[in-house]
């Protein structure tokens, strides 16, 4: 599986991006995919991840203003990401899991995508 992630950029303070990340390879809709992100200096941490059916789950910190959706059909999952402010700074990850919906540290996951940077001003 390769990922391509996309979207990233510059925003000020309380604007919105939206992350892509295109999937290739067999069984897409099959796996659960994770948004991490990680800051200069900082581990990598758990934004978002979805199951195969639909169903997101979000870290604390963005419950509100982040919606994660997928599309099986053009096997891409989305972030959106609305009110950002500048602790959501950080270079974006999207990766593959291809066990059960969960809160999974990022060494579980199977597969990673490059990332984007999204950069919010204040």
């Known amino acids: 599986v390769q990922l391509q992630a996309s979207g990233g950029g510059l925003v000020q303070t309380g604007g919105s991006l939206r992350l892509s990340c295109e999937a290739s390879g067999r069984a897409f809709s099959t796996y659960v995919m994770g948004w991490f992100r990680q800051a200069p200096g900082k581990e990598r941490e758990f934004v978002a991840a979805i199951s195969y059916g639909g169903r997101p789950i979000y870290t604390d910190s963005v419950k509100g203003r982040f919606t994660m959706s997928r599309d099986n059909i053009k096997d891409t999952v989305y972030l959106q990401m609305n009110n950002l402010k500048p602790e959501d700074s950080a270079e974006y990850f999207c990766?593959?899991?291809?066990?059960?919906?969960?809160?999974?540290?990022?060494?579980?996951?199977?597969?990673w995508g490059q990332g984007t940077l999204v950069t919010v001003s204040s």
């Open positions: 990766a593959v899991y291809k066990g059960t919906l969960g809160y999974v540290s990022p060494g579980q996951y199977d597969y």
